[in-house]
C-alpha cells in the first residue's frame, strides 16, 4: 500500500480488516468489515433508512452489491440477509467490480491531511482484529438501525466495528469521513466567502476554503472528537432494540459541598 493510495491486494487482507470500493463514478464509497473466507459483512441502504432528500438518494442506491448478475451461488439470498440493511457476503459481490483499498487506522495528522479525500483514513486507533469482527458479526444478526448518509451509514459501521466508539450527541454528523467531505466542502466554501474582500486574487479565496475544509476534516475525525464514547455492541444493540441508540453522556458526581 502506497503512501496515499489505500489500494490492496487480495492476497494481502487480514480478517478484521477494514475495507471499501468506490461507487457511481467515484462520488462515494461502500464500506464493510472484511471477517476471513472470503466473506465481507457491510451495512446498506436495502433495511429502513432516512434519505436526504436530495440527488443523493440517486446515487447512492449503488452502494448495495450488485444485483446485475446471477445470484451468487456463495452468499445469503437478499431477502434473508436484508431485512435490517446487514449484509454477510462474498468479496466479488462486495466489490461488485470495483477496486479493493483498505482504511487506514492510526494515521500521522501529515498524512490525514494530505489524503485530501475523507473517507480513507482516521487519526484514531482500531481495536484488536479479534474485538472487531465480534462486533461484525454481532451486528450481521442484530441490525445497526437505520441507515443514514449522514449519521448512520456504511462507513460508520466500519469504523464502530474497528473502534467500538459512538457519537454521543446524534443530532451532529456521525464517524464518517466522506460524509464530513460531502458537508465540510462546500460549507468551507461558503464560510470562506465573506473573506473574499480580504484576498488579492481567485488563489488567495481558494486557500482559504481549502485551509477552512481541512479544518473542519481535521477537528470531526473520530480520533480527534470528544464527543464519542466507547460503547460496547450488546449495549449498542439493546440501545437499538429499545429506541435509545442516542447514547447518554456518563453521568457526574456531584461535588462534595464545603463545610461552613
Same mark, same amino acid.
Given at each position: 500500500?502506497?503512501?496515499?493510495?489505500?489500494?490492496?491486494?487480495?492476497?494481502?487482507?487480514?480478517?478484521?480488516?477494514? @475495507?471499501?470500493?468506490?461507487?457511481?463514478?467515484?462520488?462515494?464509497?461502500?464500506?464493510? @468489515?472484511?471477517?476471513?473466507?472470503?466473506?465481507?459483512?457491510?451495512?446498506?441502504?436495502?433495511?429502513?433508512?432516512?434519505?436526504?432528500?436530495?440527488? &443523493? /438518494?440517486?446515487?447512492?442506491?449503488?452502494?448495495?452489491? %450488485?444485483?446485475?448478475?446471477?445470484?451468487?451461488?456463495?452468499?445469503?439470498?437478499?431477502?434473508?440477509?436484508?431485512?435490517? $440493511?446487514?449484509?454477510?457476503?462474498?468479496? %466479488?459481490?462486495? &466489490?461488485?467490480? $470495483?477496486?479493493?483499498?483498505?482504511?487506514?487506522?492510526?494515521?500521522?495528522?501529515? @498524512?490525514?491531511?494530505?489524503?485530501?479525500?475523507?473517507?480513507?483514513?482516521?487519526?484514531?486507533?482500531? /481495536?484488536?482484529?479479534?474485538?472487531?469482527?465480534?462486533?461484525?458479526?454481532?451486528?450481521?444478526?442484530?441490525?445497526? $438501525?437505520?441507515?443514514?448518509?449522514?449519521?448512520?451509514?456504511?462507513?460508520?459501521?466500519?469504523?464502530?466495528?474497528?473502534?467500538?466508539? &459512538?457519537?454521543?450527541?446524534?443530532?451532529?454528523?456521525?464517524?464518517?469521513?466522506?460524509?464530513?467531505?460531502?458537508?465540510? $466542502?462546500? &460549507?468551507?466554501?461558503?464560510?470562506?466567502?465573506?473573506?473574499?474582500?480580504?484576498?488579492?486574487?481567485?488563489?488567495?479565496?481558494?486557500?482559504?476554503?481549502?485551509?477552512?475544509?481541512?479544518?473542519?476534516?481535521?477537528?470531526?475525525? @473520530?480520533?480527534?472528537?470528544?464527543?464519542?464514547?466507547?460503547?460496547?455492541?450488546?449495549?449498542?444493540?439493546?440501545?437499538?432494540?429499545?429506541?435509545?441508540?442516542?447514547?447518554?453522556?456518563?453521568?457526574?458526581?456531584?461535588?462534595?459541598?464545603?463545610?461552613?
Amino acid at each position: 500500500m502506497g503512501l496515499l493510495s489505500n489500494r490492496v491486494e487480495r492476497s494481502s487482507l487480514k480478517p478484521g480488516d477494514h @475495507i471499501y470500493s468506490w461507487r457511481a463514478a467515484y462520488i462515494y464509497a461502500h464500506h464493510g @468489515i472484511y471477517v476471513g473466507d472470503d466473506k465481507v459483512i457491510h451495512f446498506t441502504r436495502r433495511g429502513q433508512e432516512v434519505g436526504t432528500g436530495t440527488v &443523493l /438518494d440517486f446515487l447512492l442506491v449503488s452502494s448495495g452489491p %450488485n444485483r446485475s448478475h446471477a445470484p451468487c451461488p456463495t452468499c445469503v439470498p437478499a431477502e434473508e440477509s436484508e431485512c435490517h $440493511g446487514m449484509v454477510s457476503s462474498c468479496l %466479488n459481490c462486495f &466489490l461488485a467490480g $470495483g477496486i479493493l483499498y483498505c482504511f487506514e487506522y492510526a494515521v500521522s495528522p501529515v @498524512i490525514f491531511l494530505a489524503k485530501a479525500r475523507g473517507g480513507t483514513c482516521t487519526l484514531a486507533v482500531s /481495536d484488536p482484529y479479534d474485538d472487531v469482527i465480534h462486533r461484525a458479526k454481532y451486528l450481521l444478526d442484530n441490525g445497526f $438501525g437505520c441507515y443514514n448518509i449522514f449519521k448512520n451509514n456504511c462507513e460508520d459501521f466500519a469504523i464502530y466495528c474497528k473502534t467500538g466508539l &459512538l457519537v454521543l450527541d446524534q443530532n451532529t454528523l456521525g464517524r464518517s469521513g466522506q460524509a464530513v467531505s460531502i458537508v465540510g $466542502g462546500p &460549507l468551507a466554501a461558503i464560510l470562506s466567502t465573506p473573506l473574499c474582500f480580504v484576498t488579492s486574487n481567485v488563489y488567495g479565496m481558494a486557500a482559504t476554503a481549502i485551509g477552512a475544509y481541512c479544518a473542519s476534516r481535521y477537528s470531526a475525525d @473520530i480520533g480527534m472528537r470528544r464527543d464519542v464514547i466507547k460503547v460496547s455492541v450488546e449495549d449498542l444493540s439493546r440501545r437499538l432494540a429499545t429506541g435509545m441508540f442516542r447514547v447518554a453522556e456518563p453521568s457526574m458526581l456531584p461535588l462534595p459541598q464545603a463545610a461552613n
